[in-house]
């Protein structure tokens, strides 16, 4: 099975909604990922947006 993952990185502000979940405060600032992976012919498997708490989140990256 192949596939395509497609990953968009944003900084944005949180919902009150979300927010909420996080236990932070409205307007504070998150990452949020949007994933999409699609099958080999190009039909949408899965999709899903990922939200982060900027105080307890860390990212890192390996270099080829």
Known sequence: LEFRRVLFRSAIKLSKEDA?????????????????????????????????NYQTTNFYSVAK
């Open 20 to 52: 909420a979940l996080l236990e932070l405060e409205e307007n504070d600032p998150a990452i949020m990922i949007n994933d999409n992976i699609h099958l080999s012919n190009g039909q949408l498997f899965n999709t899903s947006n990922i939200i982060y």
